[in-house]
């Protein structure tokens, strides 16, 4: 029912919001390995779907995310309900991978945190000379000032991704935000991206990184003007899995 009810996917999502939700309306406790148990038991009843998502951040390796499965969603409706769409199913509309969406999320996650108004589904944004952009997030801060956030991509693809880095540096006045979730992604995607101010200065004024796994930082954003802004790379991925 909550799943059917709020469309959450990530695994650490679902624990965190369920147990939450448990609490302040039946005044339940539900350990979180508990709710992983759960849904492991839907997944053999057929009842979910999982995804398993390659990280590749310090300290993780893997997470999962779930949607309803056809018989979940016959079952969600006999019990009176109207299953809403899944995060899985929005993100497979505009994203290349769950992997990419999922690091989306996490963007997203910060970005809210911090105060944004965080639109992760946002349409096509139209240019004058005919050509679309669709953006990996859009927020809007406490100025009300919005900005186009790009989150990394693996594999890089070159030529799609310094066209989406150009039109998002236009549409924010030549300000260019990109979300990262790791130290090594940083270096690689910081390192492209200054490739591409090089090349197209007249549009990239400025380069500005949000680092998730830079827990500890002092700023949400910082600038990124030269390869030593990048910091030292380190290994951050083990074998672990999302708690």
Partial sequence: KFLATTGLSRSKEIKEKFTEYLWEKFKRRKSPTNVRDDLT???????????????????????????????????????????????????????????????????????????????LYEGAVAFQDGTKYIPDIKATDRNDRIIYVEVERTPINADELEQKYVRAAVLCNGDLFIGVVSQIKARKVGSYALEIKARRSNAVKHIFMLNVGERESATLWREISQPNDLGVEQMDGDSSEEG
Avoid: C, W
């Avoid at 839907?42 to 995804?51: C, D, G, K, P, S």
């Avoid at 309900?81 to 505009?94: C, L």
């Avoid at 969406?101 to 108004?117: E, M, P, R, S």
């Fill in 41 to 119: 038991k839907l997944v053999e009843r057929n009842f979910l779907i999982q995804h398993e998502i390659q990280i590749e951040r310090r300290g993780q390796s893997r997470g999962y995310m779930y949607e309803l499965s056809d018989s979940g969603i016959r079952r969600a409706k006999e019990l009176g309900m109207s299953p809403v769409e899944s995060e899985v199913k929005k993100g497979k509309k505009t994203h290349d991978t769950l992997e990419h969406f999922y690091q989306i999320l996490d963007v997203g996650d910060v970005l809210y945190a911090a105060g944004y108004k965080v639109s």
